[in-house]
């Protein structure tokens, strides 16, 4: 092949048919800040690429969305594409205080990355960097004797070094070798990545992405009670959070 926020967009995202989902991984963050970011979502550029005009970011927020289809696992999930400056921004943001909860027993979270930006070209950054954190995450938890808290500060150490390289766009290569040195297996993840091993699991999370109807990233967004998390309507994201815990 090559969370406090949250101001939902006014995009709506390319269907995808359903594929396998992919394992939940308790992933955790390491930074420390948990101030607010606006969501103005980058998934929204496609929107005004594709259909023309404009959208109104903030007005698009005003509501929940509905959900199309079914409800599953409780706690929330976190859909971010790794080219999204937004994405990066809440990631930098609001890791600390998703790491605390989740590290605490307070909190279930998933992260599904998609790949918007993208649109599925395997040589851009957000589709290859979608592709090489579930070939990571493939890899951690394939692997023997890998507790799921240490699998997930080494998926999170890829997660932020993924956003970090938005600029760089680093090569397939370069992807490997940071992969094995957070602790992946090199010779799974190589041959995940060459062989675009993670777009199932890329086309699962675009595919729940439209049947909860969500319309930007990032979104955070409660399975249990099929709500997207707005600051203006929910105020204090730990709050919110807590009272979702799927544990």
Request: proline share 5%.
């Amino acid at each position: 092949m090559r969370t406090k926020p949250a101001e939902s967009t006014d995009t709506t995202s390319p269907t995808s048919t359903s594929s396998p989902r992919p394992a939940r991984l308790g992933v955790t963050l390491a930074l420390a800040a948990a101030t607010v970011v606006a969501l103005t979502g980058c998934a929204d550029a496609i929107r005004n690429a594709e259909h023309g005009g404009s959208s109104d970011p903030a007005g698009s927020s005003s509501s929940a969305p509905e959900q199309t289809a079914r409800t599953e696992a409780s706690g929330v999930q976190i859909f971010e594409d790794f080219a999204c400056p937004h994405c990066a921004a809440f990631h930098e943001q609001n890791g600390g205080l998703i790491h605390g909860l989740v590290s605490g027993g307070e909190l279930e979270a998933e992260y599904r990355i998609v790949d918007f930006l993208g649109q599925g070209d395997p040589e851009s950054w957000s589709t290859r960097a979608a592709n090489a954190y579930y070939c990571l995450e493939g890899s951690l938890e394939s692997g023997t004797g890998s507790e799921d808290q240490a699998a997930g500060n080494k998926l999170h150490a890829f997660q932020s070094w993924l956003f970090e390289q938005a600029t760089a766009q680093p090569d397939d290569a370069l992807l490997v070798a940071q992969a094995d040195e957070i602790g992946g297996g090199a010779a799974s993840v190589e041959q995940c990545v060459t062989e675009d091993g993670g777009a199932p699991q890329i086309t699962a999370a675009m595919s729940d992405f439209s049947d909860f109807g969500l319309r930007g990233v990032p979104s955070v967004y409660s399975t249990a009670d099929s709500m997207l998390y707005n600051p203006e309507q929910h105020g204090d994201l730990r709050t919110w959070l807590t009272g979702r815990s799927g544990r």
